[in-house]
């Protein structure tokens, strides 16, 4: 197989143990996995996009939005098997000079920002990468503060560093880096220079239960009306102000 540029891997196991057949529920009338794969191609910057699923249902899928698909192992589809693994059998099945994670987990992740994380890892010349959220709130560890100082005046939120819980909506890596990470340790997640890429809170509803699904239904049909939202206030109130 010819060696690619960049590949999205759109991971998409059938199991899910938090809620059933995840990749395949229908968000705003589409089957999740649709999301992921129309912000990969919106995005342009990808080679190849390719579904990587142990189930031949995908492979329907997969032809159906017109990009590739590779059938994982099934030693490498259950529900204990680690990330690591996942990518370092892609990436041997699949050559390449990148590999970008585009996980079908956050369906409001637009192209846009697919586009800036891939720029920003290449721009940064980073060898791993994952996409995190700023979250500007106090935030406390095994009871001992995070980002703020319990003998100072309590900080406003606006004054705070913002901590940054991942997100996971891409996570990027060069392809040789991992493997000879992975060959040489058993592990290669966080390998050679990593960085992290900060999205915006649309992307950062993560589908894991049913609750998640519920507000990113909600959220893709409000946006699908292509309205723009604006800021609205209680009448009486606007009017005592003019008064």
């Known amino acids: 197989m010819k060696k690619a540029g960049t590949i999205a891997m759109i991971p998409a196991r059938m199991g899910s143990t938090r809620l059933a057949m995840k990749n395949l529920a229908l968000v705003a009338g589409k089957p999740m996995i649709y999301y992921a794969i129309k912000a990969a191609k919106d995005s342009r910057v990808f080679d190849r996009i390719v579904v990587n699923s142990e189930s031949d249902v995908f492979a329907r899928i997969a032809k159906r939005y017109g990009v590739d698909f590779y059938k994982r192992p099934e030693q490498w589809a259950g529900s204990t098997v680690k990330s690591d693994f996942v990518v370092y059998d ?14 079908p ?4 992740q637009q192209a ?3 586009r800036r994380a891939v720029e920003h890892f290449k721009k940064e010349k980073l060898d791993s990468m994952i ?6 709130v106090h935030c406390v560890y095994r ?10 005046v309590f900080a406003q939120t606006q004054d705070l560093l913002p901590v940054q819980p991942f997100v996971y909506s891409v996570m990027m890596w060069k392809s040789d880096i991992f493997r000879s990470e992975f ?8 390998c ?10 649309l992307s950062a509803v993560i589908i894991k239960r049913q609750e998640d699904l519920m507000l990113a239904d909600y959220l893709l049909k409000s946006l699908s009306r ?3 939202y604006r800021v609205r206030y209680d009448k009486l109130a606007v009017k005592g102000r003019r008064g």
Do not use: H
């Open 192 to 201: 050679g220079k990593t960085g992290y890429f900060p999205v915006s809170k």
């Open 183 to 190: 060959e040489k340790r058993g592990r290669a997640f966080f």
């Open 131 to 136: 996409t995190v959220k700023d979250e500007q």
């Open 105 to 108: 987990t956050s369906p409001l």
């Open 90 to 103: 892609f990436i041997s099945n699949n050559p390449c000079d990148m590999v970008a994670w585009v996980n």
């Open 226 to 228: 292509g309205a723009a």
């Open 143 to 152: 009871g001992k503060p995070v980002n703020f100082d319990i003998k100072k």
């Open 112 to 114: 846009d920002e697919v």
